[in-house]
């Protein structure tokens, strides 16, 4: 049947979600840096602490690292300009994947553009039209689109939730032929740590193969930052370890590491591999130096966790249900989207830059404020950061009040698997 023809662009003029926001003097995006030191930031003419950022080990400024990505442009330019599988490939390249790979405890490694490039291009290389990928509901975009651009077919597992992860194995399993359980090691949004023993007892009941995307872990879990297997004492315990190098190692680049024959398979077959300019020589001179700086310097990874134990504790204390956070991403539970906007509005005019997280990115009803936090902050950073979060906590209801508490601990129930436990809120799961 013939449709009517319309105009491509139409839905872009009826497109009125950001306008509205903006409309209402509470659009929380784009917002221009002009300076940055890390842990603050000028936006706007004005200087305001950043608990918004990925810079966990805040290595971003650190002397060394900004020093050996300028020896890697002096060495090698710019740029690569082409793929790896052409004429990109530096010897820094295969000098980090050899390095990671040790670090990681995996037998090799390989290095992509972007970790956006490293899930979509892993992912539908693997899959094929008779295998199946179990995905948590939680996962990062980049696993969701690479398991669309997938040919095999993709079931969702409620987050964590490992009755029903079995369910839908015992369900569908004999279905498929071969399987892959794909989960994030940190979960980007809720800032909580995957239930690792219990998904690879899983996996190896079900003979499916197990996919890690350790983006939030890698830095931040394990006694050097090294991510989630080391982190419960499992290395081994996933087939495939995915990561980036825009967070904790302050660059750009994602990696895929496991065994030698199935990283040489991906480095023939991943398409945003080998259809993709190769990383820069100043990102891969940086990442090499914070590789260096995480082998051999435990003071960040220990700075790290003391600033973020102290908000965890200090947030908590003050009433916020910071869903049971165990990482340097520590969320506040807010629920109404426009609500999140005109809260995270308020911080900004007082100084302090987060970040809301509204559906889809979270179910509907169930905005956050997404903070994060750095190895860097300083006490004054962090006491400034509290107070603006308990003045304005208190001025939106979110803090404060008995009712108010109950609400968010239902959503936290009921969306995010949490379930309350003394003072906080803590994982139903671990």
Known sequence: MSKEATDLFEKC?????????QAAGVYPFFRPIESTSGSRV??????????????YLGLTHNARVQEAAKRAIDQYGTGCTGSRFLNGNLTAHEELEARLAKFLGKEACLVFATGFLTNAGVLSCLIGRS????SD??????IVEGTRLAIGDTVKFKHNDMEDLERVLKNTRSKYAGALIVADGVFSMSGDILNLPAVAELAKKYQCRLYIDDAHALGVLGSKGQGTEHHFGMVGA???VMGTFSKSFASLGGYVAGSEEVIHYIKHKARTFMFSAAMPPAAVGTVLEC???AETEPQHLASLRKNSAKMQRELTAMGYNILGSQTPIVPLLIGDD????AFTQRLYDHGVFATPVVSPAVPEGCALIRTSYMATHTDEDLDYAL???QKLGREFGIIGSQGRSEELAQIARTHFGRISQGSGVVTAQL
Request: glycine share 4%; hydrophobic share 40%; proline share 0%.
């Open 42 to 55: 000028v936006t706007h003419g004005r200087r305001r602490v950043m608990i918004g950022s990925n810079n």
């Open 131 to 134: 295998d199946v990928i179990y």
């Open 13 to 21: 003029r009826q497109f009125e979600d950001a306008k509205r926001i």
């Open 338 to 341: 426009m609500t999140a906007f």
């Open 387 to 389: 107070e603006v979060l």
């Open 291 to 293: 590789l260096t700086i």
């Open 137 to 142: 509901r939680e996962n990062h975009a980049s």
């Open 238 to 240: 996933a087939d495939l």
